[in-house]
């Protein structure tokens, strides 16, 4: 059987076909892989074509900080500070869910009124000033940085 990447959705419905775990992880092996946060974000940047000092300028996040979260010294930085990061890269939702995970952070749920608007303003291709705009328009809490 050939390996190649698939995307989550073929996973998980190759894995409600399987007969047996493990065979699963054996024949998904390369797309089975755990990165930290870290090394997520550095990915992003290199799909994206992206530096990382424009994403965290556009982030609004304290120069330190995001550049720690960066280089791995800091692990599970708020959800706050993680979506600042989607919106200032530009993600889409996926990626975002994606980065939600790698960061141990809960993924946006569009039944909730405040993650909708975040997840409209990745839709949007908002950045973190206009988003905190429409959160404040809408009598919800803005972005905390």
């Keep these: 059987m050939e390996k190649k990447i698939v995307d989550t959705e073929k996973l998980e419905h190759q894995l ?10 054996r024949d998904n092996e390369l797309n089975l ?5 870290a090394e997520f974000l550095q990915e992003l940047l290199t799909a994206k074509g992206l530096k990382k000092g424009e ?5 609004g996040l304290d120069k330190g900080y995001a550049y720690h979260l960066f280089g791995g010294q800091k692990q599970n930085p708020s959800r706050d500070k993680v979506l600042a990061l989607a919106l200032a890269m530009k993600l889409t939702t996926k990626e975002t869910q994606h980065l939600l995970h790698y960061a141990g952070a809960g993924a946006l749920y569009v039944r909730d009124h405040w993650d909708s608007v975040l997840w409209y303003a990745l839709e949007h291709q908002m950045g973190v000033v206009d988003t905190n705009l429409l959160l404040t328009e809408l009598n919800l809490r803005a972005l905390e940085l």
């Design 16 to 25: 409600g076909k399987a007969r047996d775990v493990q065979d699963f992880w």
């Design 55 to 59: 994403v965290v300028k556009r982030s």
């Design 33 to 37: 892989r755990e990165m930290t946060l």
